[in-house]
């Protein structure tokens, strides 16, 4: 559930009063004159930000929303019931082929401008097009009785206005970018559903190509609404175990009141683990302890390298230490399947790779150090050397266990 209010703030809920905009006849006309003014002031903050924050896949989604702004009036008939057959190709070929291309940037990895990869999908935005271009010249596919038929005059049953192929590319893509959302949870991935929605919206209304214009520019902005979100979850979450990183953790401190714990937890044997199985598994290793961590009941944070710190906001320090001890326990019991371990060849170097086949269950134990704020310890920072000093004694104890600070 957690996700899905992600995607609907802050990102669903502007594209849902852009895509009502879009419907609602009274408040649109007001715009429709500053539909230019819009779009420009969009696009170039737009294009702007996503060279200077390096956001390949926005930037060459924008340049096919500008395409699609650019060639409105070709791409959408002002009246439909007087369309060509050539007018007809270019809104299916378009109202399709667009929620194509964002499924496609939102899966493709950022890989750069500057490069191979930023060439080859600069290719690609523009071979697409001309490729359609080229086809909508060749009067055996435009007059094809089959796609006269079944392409452009279908229409969904019970809504003759509602065009069928488009509204399928448009469902389809959604889908599918809702299933990438739900597997990875990024500000960018939420910003290309509801850029997609957007765009859609503006082909199904069937509203004219006045209306698109404002579809892209409205697209635009829920992109540039991504790549800031994008950059704030960068700055303030661990990209490996998806928690508040150490940025997060300052600025909690700050607000924090004048009841609190704060505990400090490490992984026991991290290095020789991550030495012998591999820094993949050690990866692994990380992000379980970390899932376990968000599950303790209070606010977990990755602190730096395998260290990491859990905030009690309004605990005293027993709450704490059942909080961090169910914690403990949890993360050693679980345990997982790795393939036969990796281990350091003779002269030293990078362990081998795993065997194919050969399984093992291995499991971590963690070491934690409680403090609480008090009169010894008034300052988070104070707080925080007290958990470490705990932390220590835990390790020098034998470790996997909990100890707090006088």
Known sequence: MKKLG??????????????????ADGTRESVLRFSETIFIATL????????????????????????????????????????????????????????????????WHERGLLNMWGLSRLIWIGLVPAAAAAACRVPDIIHHPGLARFVFHRALSGFPDVPLVPL??????????????????????????????????????QK????????????????????????????????????PSRRALNEKLQALGRTYTIAMVDVDHFKRF???????????????????????????????????????????????????????????????????PARKKKDGSAPEKATPGKRKRVSVTVSIGLAQRSSRHTTPDAVIKAADRALYRAKKNGRNRTETAP
């Not at 340049?63 to 270019?90: C, D, M």
């Open 274 to 340: 991550n030495d012998r199985y591999g820094h993949d598994v050690g990866d692994e290793v990380l992000k379980k302890v970390a899932a376990a961590l968000k599950r303790a009941g209070g606010n977990a944070y990755r602190f730096g390298g395998e260290e990491f710190t859990l905030v009690f906001p309004g605990k005293a320090l027993a709450q704490g230490k059942a909080a961090a001890e169910a914690a403990r326990n949890a993360v050693s019991r679980s345990a997982f399947t790795i393939r036969s």
């Open 168 to 205: 399928i590319a448009a469902l389809l893509a959604l889908m599918l970018l809702l299933v990438m959302y739900l597997r990875d949870p990024s500000p960018a991935r939420d910003g290309f559903f509801w850029a997609t929605a957007i765009v859609s919206a503006g082909f199904l209304f």
């Open 44 to 107: 170039v903050p737009a294009l702007f930000f996503s060279l200077r924050l390096g956001r390949s896949n926005h930037f060459f989604t924008v340049l096919v929303l500008a395409g699609l702004a650019g060639a409105a009036a070709l791409l959408v008939p002002a009246t439909f019931s007087s369309a060509t057959a050539q007018q007809r190709f270019y809104y299916h070929a378009a109202a399709v082929l667009a929620p194509l291309h964002f499924v496609l940037f939102a899966w």
């Open 208 to 243: 004219g190509p006045v209306v698109l214009q404002l579809a892209a520019s409205g697209a635009i902005v829920v992109l540039l609404v991504s790549m800031v979100e994008t950059g704030h979850f960068f700055a303030y979450r661990d990209e490996l175990t998806g928690l």
């Open 6 to 23: 992600r995607l609907f703030f802050p990102s669903g809920m502007i594209a849902l009063a852009i895509i009502i905009l879009l419907w």
